[in-house]
């Protein structure tokens, strides 16, 4: 699956004016928590499966030489029973430059909607950039996927306390 970079004007989504949009409440009882290798091994599968959805593609650019892209995917595991958060970095020590996907976050389905679970872990994604990695807030949107662009703003205000 080919992540590609926009390089155009016209290939960036239209951002900058407001909309308020509504997000859904938090499901009661939605938690997510970090994956990690040695205990949601047999959840996961080894790679994104390519039926997952595009959340957003967002970017950073502090300097020149410090910027950041990174891409947020949701899917089900095999069995149904959990929603899984992906993230995807453009890996630039290596030649030619490849994205590496990995799990990022898990949460139980029970009975929270793909609406809901779309925004909450995009939500619960960023606010671990923001806490764990101090990441201000997105520069750019390169790319809304399935929540659209005022969403995504909306979560970015969210995390961000705007």
Same mark, same amino acid.
């Given at each position: 699956? +080919?992540?590609?970079?926009?390089?155009?004007?016209? /290939?960036?989504?239209?951002?900058? !004016? %407001?909309?308020?949009?509504? *997000?859904?409440?938090?499901? &009661?009882?939605?938690?997510?928590?970090? @994956?990690?290798?040695?205990?949601?091994?047999?959840?996961?599968?080894?790679?994104?499966?390519?039926?997952?959805?595009?959340?957003?593609?967002?970017?950073?650019?502090? &300097?020149?030489?410090?910027?950041?892209? *990174?891409? !947020?995917? *949701?899917?089900?595991?095999? #069995?149904?029973?959990?929603?899984?958060?992906?993230? #995807?970095?453009?890996?630039?020590?290596?030649?030619? @430059?490849?994205? /590496?996907?990995?799990?990022?976050?898990?949460? /139980?389905?029970?009975?929270?909607?793909?609406? +809901?679970?779309?925004?909450?872990?995009?939500?619960?994604?960023? #606010?671990? *950039?923001?806490?764990?990695?101090? !990441?201000? %807030?997105?520069?750019?949107?390169?790319? #809304?996927?399935?929540?659209?662009?005022?969403?995504? /703003? +909306?979560?970015?205000?969210?995390?961000?306390? %705007?």
């Amino acid at each position: 699956m +080919a992540v590609r970079i926009p390089m155009l004007p016209s /290939e960036v989504p239209v951002q900058g !004016y %407001r909309i308020d949009i509504p *997000l859904p409440p938090r499901p &009661s009882g939605f938690v997510s928590v970090p @994956w990690t290798r040695s205990e949601h091994t047999g959840l996961v599968p080894a790679k994104m499966p390519p039926s997952a959805s595009l959340l957003a593609k967002l970017e950073w650019s502090w &300097s020149p030489m410090n910027s950041a892209i *990174l891409c !947020y995917h *949701l899917s089900l595991n095999r #069995a149904g029973t959990h929603w899984i958060a992906w993230q #995807a970095f453009l890996d630039d020590n290596v030649f030619p @430059w490849r994205w /590496e996907r990995e799990p990022c976050l898990l949460a /139980e389905t029970g009975t929270v909607t793909r609406d +809901a679970a779309c925004v909450f872990l995009l939500h619960d994604c960023l #606010a671990g *950039l923001r806490d764990d990695m101090e !990441y201000d %807030r997105f520069h750019m949107i390169d790319s #809304a996927g399935v929540l659209g662009v005022h969403r995504v /703003e +909306a979560i970015g205000d969210l995390v961000w306390n %705007r």
